[in-house]
Every structure is written in C-alpha cells, then in structure tokens.
C-alpha cells in the first residue's frame, strides 16, 4: 500500500461530519438497546394479554352481557374496568378486541410481506418491461385512494375479519412492493451481486439465497410500521361499522358505540383508545428503532 | 440582469419521440408537464377501471336498495333496466368514461341529481377541510423543526420528539374524539359536530372547521416535523456548503434559516404532496366523526346505498387530487429548484 | 534528492516576474522561524482534537505545534486521517462542539481557543476564510452565486445592497471569472468545476482575510485547472498579503507552491522547515517514503514505487513511542520512546531518532534508499 493516497481523498470533512452526526444521533436515543427492548417488551405484554389474559383472569364473555349490569363504574366486582351499556365486561371486550385487532394487523402484513415483497423484489431485479409493468399497476393502487378501496372491499364481501384482512391487504402490498423493490434496486449496483451473476448462479437462487437475506430486514422494519397503521386502519373500518360485526368486540367499534354517549360515559372512549395507542405507539417506535439501526445510525 | 437572461441550454436526447417533445415545448418545465400528464392519463383509467370492478363485486345493487326487500324480482329488473344496470360492466364503463371525459359524471342513481352538483355542494367542504389541516400543520412545524434542529439533541428537540411520536401513534379518529371531549364536552368552547357554511360568517365557519381540520393536521404536524428536523440535521451536519456558509461568518440561526431550511424546503414539499393524497381518503372518517357535508360523507352514504355513479365520481375526484398532487409538486420543484429549471442533473 | 525529482508545477515565482503583482509585501519573505520583523501572523502550540465515536476516543490531532509568519505560503501535507484538515478546522473554529479541543491557537497575538462564538464569527470570513475541497458541494446549490458572495460582502463591511453587489462583481473578476457581471446570476451547477473553485476563493477574499487556508483546494480538479487555481492562489496571496495555509496530501503541488512545509503524520508534525531545506535534506522517513511513492520521469521504466507498509495508523488506539513505528524499516527499541519535534539543523526540524542521511542513526541508510 502507497503511503501517499492513490486517489483524492473526500475523507476528512464527511468524517469529522459523520462523527458528529452519530455524536448528535447517540445524544438522542441514549441507550440504543432500550429503545429497542422497552418498545418490544410492551408489545410482548400487549401479546399475552390480549391472547392469555381472557383465561387467566377468567373474565365473562364479551358479548351477551347482562343488560341489567350495564354501565357499571370502574373496579366493581367481577367488572375491573367496569360495563358498556349492554351490560358486557369492558375488560374483556378490550382484551378480545385486541386479538382481532393484532390477528388482522399480522395477516395483513405477513400478506404484504409476501406478496408484495416478492412481487417488488422481482420486478427490481428483472426490470425492463415487466418491472415498469409491475410497478405501474402498483402506481394505480397507490393513487386510488385506500380507504375507498378498502370500505368497497369490505362492503362487498360484508364484514368479517378475513374479509377485513383481504381489504387491508390490497394496499399492504403496493406498500411493501415499493421498499422491496428499491432495496433491490441499490443491492444490484453492489459488487457482490455481480460477483454471484458471473459465477453463473441462477436467478432463483439470487432472489432467494442473495437477494431475500438482504431485503428481509428492511421489509420487516418496514412492517413493524406497518403493524400500527393497519391496527388503526382496521380501527378506522371497524369504527364505520365495516370491520368487525358487532356485537363482537374490536377497538374500532368500541370507540365507535362510546362516542354515541361520550359526554355520559367518557371512559368507554378512552380504554379502547388508550389500547390503540399504546400499541400502536410501542410498534412505531420498535419500527423506527430498527429502522435507525439498519440504516447505520 | 435577470436570471432570465442566460438561456437554459436543453440536453439533446438521442430518443426521437423526446426530442420531439422538446422540440415541441422548448422549455424543460414545459418538457415535465406534459410527461407527467402523459403519465397521468393510465393511471386514472386504472383507478376508475379499479372501481368498476370492484363496485360490481359488490352484491345487491341500487334497484334492490332502492325497491326495498318486499319488491318482486319482476320490479327490480324493470328498473335495472330503467337505471342501465342490465348492461355488462364493460358497456356501462365506456358510456360513463364517455360521459366522464366531457366532464358529464352522471346522475346520481338515488337522488337523480347530476353528480356535478352534488360534487359542488360537497367539494369546497372538503377543501376547505384539507387546506386548514395543512395550515395548521404546516405553520406549526416549520418553526418547531427549526427549532429542534438548531440545537439537535437539546430541549426542544426531545420535546417535538416526544410529542411527534406520539402524536404518530394516535389514530385520527381516536384523536377527534379526544378533541371533541376536552374542547367541547369538558370546556365547551367549540362544537361538537356540525358545519356551518361560510356565507354564515367566517368566524362560525371556522369554528366549526377548527376540531376536525386540528384532527386531520395535528399527526400531520407530528410527521412534518419529524421530517424537516431529520432533514435540516442531515443538511447541517453533511452538507459542505454549510460549512461554507458559516466559514463566511454567517450565524448559526441564518446557516439553518437562510442556507438548510432552503434545501430542506424541497424534501418537504415532496412530502406534503404526497401526502395529500392519503390525507384526502382521511377525511372519510373525520366528516363522519363531525357531520361534515363533505365528499367523505357522500362517498360513504352513497357506497350503503350503491349509488355507484357517485361511488365513482368520489374515487376519480380523490385519486385526480392525488395525481394532480403530485403533479403541482414536481411543478413547484422545477420551479424551486434551479438545477431542474435550467435543464441539468 | 530534491533535484532528482520532476516538478509537473510552474514555479510560483512566474507571476512576480510578469509583473502582476502589487509590489506591497510582494516578495517572498523570509521563512518562518526566521526572526523576521514582527510576531508570527499564526501560533499553534501544544493544539489536540478529540472525537468520540462510538464510545472510542479518536485523537485527531495531537500535539500539534507550528508558526506561519504573514505574507507567507505554508503547506500542511499528509495522509487523510493525519489531522492536517481537522486542525485547521479548529483554526476557523468549524468544528462540532462534540470536539474536544485543547492546546492553544494564537491568531495575531489572539488566543482563539475558547473564543467566544460571536467573537469567532466575525473572524471567519473576516481575517481568516477558507476554500474546501469539493466546489460542487461547498456552493449552495439553490441559491444564485452572486447571492453567496454578497452575504459573505455584507456581513463583514458595512456596504449597501448595491455596493455589495458592486463588491461582489469586482472579487469575481479579481479572481479571473469569465463574464463575472452574467455569472453573478448563474448558479452552482451551470459552472464547472474550476470556476466554481473561484467563486469559492471569491467567497474567501470577501472579508479581505490576512489569512487564507486552502483545503485541498484543488484536489477535485483535473490536473490543468489545478495549477490555473494554484497560480491563482498565489497570486493572490502576494498581491493582497495575505497568509495561505495550503493543505494537501501532495508533496508536489506544496514544494512547488509553498515557502514553508509542515508534515504530519497521526495528529503531529513530524517534520517541518522550509521548502529548499526540506527537500534538500529529508530526514524524517516518513517524508522520505511521502517522497518516494511519487512518480518521477527520470525513474526507471517499469520500476517498483518505493512502498511503505501497513495502513495509516488507528487515531482510537495510537501505538506505543513514535507512531510511524510500525511502518517504518529503520525502527528499533528506541523508538518506543516518542521523539520530540526538535530543531536539529537550522530551521529544520524532526521528530525521529532515526532521520534519513543525518549521520546519527544509521548510516547506511541513504544509500539504501535510492
């Protein structure tokens, strides 16, 4: 190796910039594990609540209350977070609302991240017609408005939970398409991917044995992000009456029927919307958290 | 002595149909326009196309809805036949695009009102809705990003953090309702729900407008400083001619104002016009949550009752809105920014 | 052995002999250490960086001591990661605050170490302007060039709109760009590379600086642009007498330039003195490798360049005594033992214990060499 540098050097500016850059970086996310252990902890506690929590506690059914016990006060007996106007246990209408509402949000992301994924990858790595074909019928789900997209859905097969998840799944994939399909975009400029192609590898094994590792922890960063947007997308069909039929719980139609009385019982708003947040909020950040870590930060 | 006076020296193509182009429109901005025009036109036959398809999947269609469930099979066929809902699906989309492109949307099967009218009445609610949601959140986050970027990891900067996390994490309807009950129930200095037109005066207008736009603007807030923040400390810690500006001696406040937040402007610009077309099918629920007569209320009420005609008109005026934002958006870069003005990158 | 090599440069001094140059402080003063009249325009003694990254500690300078006399060239030369560009960022005070920055900085008698900020802004751009490296990346791509020189004309005189505007035009056609009166309302990317580099200088002499520091200021340049803004620079430098700081890996362009060398190698000057004594006499072996791995017309085709092994040191983890130790053929256990930087022969100084065809050490070394 020559002592003088073989070529002009950019290093020393974009290195002291670097440096400061993770310096300002690290001063905001102290801790790097906890931001990712914190967030991840508390989806793992929303998990078992939702899904062994019914069980363990015993709680009533959440439907087919007792009308005669409606509207009691939080910490009654037998009623911890207290009744809806049709006499059912909150508690337990909240805690089966959220195993709907993680149910949908993981289909329809597993969906997209399948689907879309492959689809996106291939048409990266293919390119030529059958990419600008690919990617121009995404373009078309992408400019129709998704909500109209997913209520028509939903209208048309009629509410339930698998139709819910065929509706969201529609825009799920466009979305997944997109990131993977830009992160094979950059991986085929990288000089390991020529390497595999001289090698003679064939392009099944690219895609799977080269190119899948390499996407996969975009795309599942990506659908950390997109837990939360389908849970309050699902919220949002549930809450017009288009996702889960009542009187089967989700979060969506519980803040649905509380708003109908939320001056006289405020609090039937406020447990369902205090789940979506909590949950929502722990999938973001766990999502952002990834993100800035795969990206170098 | 203006910037007008050097003439842009276009780049010759070696594609004929683009030189062609180029030489039909001259300017590169021209050039721009009419490819993402071109660009347009497939993709709005996509999306209604789309619609029409997925519209006929649905069961049940307006005669039924319209004859109610004691109508006999004989009644319902006369005015399927009345209403052109006999006709196969590709007939019926022909005739409407037919209609469509001279700009005759149709009747509404329900009401019989023509669908422009409709749209009319309905329109400038949404509009008005959408503007003042990006009002709200556009004022607000240019000064709070600027704010956390000039001292990146300081007070400020956990704060807007802190609060644009949350704030991404709050679905709009949940937070409508959070507004409704600490601005309205608890405080009562607004109203709940209802719409009061502008000619009933600007101030009654806007207080109707002011919960539901803070609903639609407030994560939009949260995501465009997020943005612009993340941007500005990336044009501030790695850009060079920052370092030029303030080796020249210019102040820490005009490098982020006068030199960042100026490059900064055009990813932002990007973003709201992207934006705009996620946020419009947003307003569904909001007009919902507040009996807001807009286009998001029409397209619900006509989806329950299958006036698809006006189902139809809703999805192209939405996707239009996202297509024509996007176009408006690379319109405003090539305006903005000089590199695409004058023909080079 | 400076003979030996082929300078690809003009000689600076081609300039003072067309006669364009204003004779005030024209000629070439004495080097620095000289004594001559006055105090040094720069002192720099004891001058450490720190960074941490990554939990790590990187020393980026260390140690680093020298004095430029005004009215004079300097060239700083080094590898990346010798801290050549660092230390002269602490001199505009242009690094982030997560530096940590010791030693002193004197600046016409003036300690700027701990300066307040308001005070340093107005030595920036003021007395003490900077040209970088990359000009398509130092210019702000949206605004309007004659827009970035009048901001650096306004905030360091008190001239109007109108005669900023004037002012401006004048620097650009004192730094020879064509058609400077149409260019003020160009942007960045419709000019190319060396005219942009002269805006930038254009930029820098907006605040009529007593001190200019060139970083790498052609080295994004094809090679004929980069002896046009070399020419430039020196010109410049006479005509307004100014001081330049010249920072730069290549020991060509800053023997061809510079009246004085100062080279550092991991965040220290291991060998300075002025340009004739310097390649007259090399003694450190780092300079002498530095030397070695240049091209020359008159070595023998096909022949190997003189290579020096191993990788430019790690800042985190600096090795025991003299850091080029482990790169370095003549090194023994002494050399555990850091050398000073000491003046061994008259305004020449070296930091090692084994120093190139200096009778002490070794002596079969020269021979060796070449």
């Known amino acids: 190796m020559a002592v003088v540098e073989p070529a002009p050097s950019f290093a020393i500016g974009p290195e002291i910039d670097e440096a400061e850059a993770k310096a300002g970086i690290r001063g905001r996310r102290r801790g790097g594990n906890l931001g990712t252990w914190i967030p991840a902890g508390l989806i793992a506690f929303v998990v078992i609540a939702c899904f062994l929590g019914p069980t363990l506690l015993s709680l009533p059914s959440p439907v087919g209350g007792n009308i005669l016990e409606s509207n009691q006060p939080a910490f009654s007996p037998g009623h911890f977070l207290g009744t809806d106007p049709n006499g059912n246990d909150i508690l337990s209408r909240l805690l089966n609302g959220g195993q709907s509402s993680l149910w949908i949000a993981l289909a329809v992301n597993i969906l997209g991240l399948v689907i ?64 993977a399909r830009s992160a094979v975009l950059r991986l085929r400029e990288m000089p390991f991917m020529a390497a595999a192609k001289l090698a003679g590898t064939p392009a099944w094994r690219m895609l799977f044995k080269h190119l899948a590792p390499n996407i996969a922890p975009q795309l599942i960063t990506f659908g950390m992000l997109g837990m939360g947007i389908v849970i309050i997308i699902e919220g949002a069909l549930s809450f017009l009456g288009l996702g889960i039929p009542d009187p089967a719980p989700s979060w969506g139609n519980m803040v649905a029927t509380g708003q109908l009385s939320l001056s006289a019982t405020p609090m039937l708003v406020v447990w369902p919307s205090v789940a979506l947040l909590v949950t929502v909020l722990a999938f973001n950040l766990l999502g952002e958290n990834l993100r800035a870590r795969w990206s170098g930060r | 002595m203006t910037a007008t006076a050097t003439t842009p020296r276009v780049p010759v193509s070696r594609d004929p149909r683009v030189s062609r182009l180029t030489r039909v429109t001259g300017s590169p901005v021209l050039r721009l326009i009419v490819k993402r025009l071109l660009m347009a036109v497939p993709i709005m036959l996509g999306v209604t196309i789309l619609t029409f398809w997925v519209l006929s999947l649905i069961p049940g269609n307006a005669a039924e809805q319209l004859l109610g469930a004691e109508a006999t099979p004989e009644d319902v066929a006369l005015l399927e036949r009345q209403l052109g809902l006999d006709q196969p699906g590709v007939v019926r989309y022909l005739e409407w695009l037919q209609g469509a492109v001279t700009g005759d949307l149709g009747n509404s099967i329900v009401s ?106 407030f994560p939009l807030f949260c995501f465009y400083t997020r943005f612009l923040r993340g941007d500005l400390v990336d044009q501030m810690q790695q850009e060079e001619y920052v370092t030029t500006a303030r080796a020249k001696g210019v102040g820490s406040w005009s490098v982020l104002i006068k030199h960042a937040f100026r490059n900064s402007s055009f990813g932002l610009i990007t973003v709201v016009g992207l934006n705009l077309g996620a946020l419009i099918g947003g307003t569904v629920i909001i007009e919902q949550i507040f009996a807001l007569p807009g286009i998001g209320q029409m397209l619900l009420q006509a989806i329950n009752t299958r006036d698809f005609v006006v189902v139809q008109a809703a999805v192209v005026i939405f996707a239009l809105v996202a297509v024509v934002a996007n176009l408006v958006v690379d319109l405003l870069y090539a305006v903005l920014d000089p590199r695409i003005r004058y023909g080079s990158r | ?117 308001k005070d340093m802004r107005e030595l920036r751009g003021g007395d003490i302007a900077m040209v970088f490296q990359d000009p398509a990346r130092s210019l702000n791509p949206t605004m309007k060039i004659g827009a970035q020189i009048t901001e650096a004309v306004r905030l360091h005189s008190d001239l109007d709109k109108r005669g900023a505007h004037a002012r401006a035009v004048e620097l650009l056609k004192l730094v020879r760009l064509p058609a400077a009166e149409r260019r003020f309302h ?79 190698y991991a965040g220290r000057a291991v060998e300075q003195a002025p340009t004739q004594t310097l390649f007259a006499n090399v003694r450190m072996p780092y300079t002498h490798a530095l030397l070695g791995a240049i091209p020359a017309l008159d070595r023998e085709p096909h022949s190997l360049f003189d290579v020096t092994p191993g ?4 800042l985190s983890a600096l090795p025991k005594g003299c850091p080029f130790r482990p790169r370095c053929q003549y090194a023994t256990d002494t050399c555990l033992q850091a050398p000073p930087l000491t003046e061994h022969e008259p305004e020449h100084l070296w930091a090692c214990w084994h120093p190139v065809g200096a009778g002490a050490g070794h002596n079969s070394a020269n021979g060796e060499q070449r």
């Open chain 3, 1 to 117: 052995m400076s003979g030996e090599r082929t300078v690809a440069y003009p000689a600076g001094d081609t300039l003072v002999s067309e006669g364009v140059i204003a004779p005030a402080r024209a000629g070439r003063p004495a080097p620095a250490r000289a004594g001559a009249a006055g105090e040094p325009l720069v002192v720099v003694e004891g001058l450490r960086v720190q960074f941490t990254r990554g939990g790590r500690k990187v020393n980026a300078v260390n140690g680093l001591s020298y004095r430029l006399e005004p009215g004079t060239m300097m060239a700083i030369i080094g590898e990346s990661g010798s801290g050549k560009s660092v230390s002269s960022r602490a001199l505009m005070g242009l690094l982030p605050p997560t530096a940590k920055i010791s030693g002193s900085i004197r600046f016409d008698g003036r300690e700027l170490i701990g300066l307040p900020e």
């Open chain 3, 186 to 264: 160009e942007y960045p990317h419709q000019l190319s590379g060396g005219m942009r580099q002269r805006v930038m200088i254009a930029i820098a002499l907006a605040g009529e600086p007593r001190l200019l520091i060139a970083d790498e200021a052609t080295t994004a340049l094809d090679v004929t642009t980069q002896a046009q803004i070399m020419e430039l620079l020196v010109e410049l430098q006479q005509r307004l007498g100014m001081a330049v700081i010249m920072i730069s890996h290549d020991l060509g362009l800053a023997a061809s330039y510079a009246q004085h060398v100062v080279v550092m």
């Open chain 1, 116 to 179: 879309g994924g492959t689809l996106g990858a291939l048409s990266g790595y293919v390119g030529g017609v059958a990419d600008t074909l690919i990617m121009r019928v995404l373009d078309v789900l992408i400019a129709f408005p998704s909500l109209v997209l997913t209520l028509a859905v939903a209208q048309a097969l009629g509410p339930s939970m698998t139709n819910t998840i065929f509706a969201l799944a529609f825009f799920s994939i466009p979305a997944f398409a997109r990131v």
């Open chain 3, 311 to 314: 990788q430019p040191p790690d």
């Open chain 2, 112 to 217: 019989r009102q023509p669908v422009s009218d409709v749209l009319a009445d309905r329109l400038p609610v949404t509009g008005e809705l959408v503007l003042l949601a990006f009002l709200i959140s556009l004022v607000l986050a240019i000064p709070v990003a600027l704010l956390a970027a000039h001292k990146p990891g300081g007070i400020m900067d956990r704060i807007s953090m802190v609060v644009s996390t949350l704030g991404l994490s709050v679905a709009n309807y949940v937070l409508a309702l959070i507004l409704v009950l600490v601005f309205a129930v608890t405080l009562g200095w607004l109203p709940a729900i209802g719409y009061v037109p502008l000619e009933d005066g600007l101030w009654a207008n806007l207080e109707a407008m002011i919960l539901p736009s803070a609903a639609i603007g």
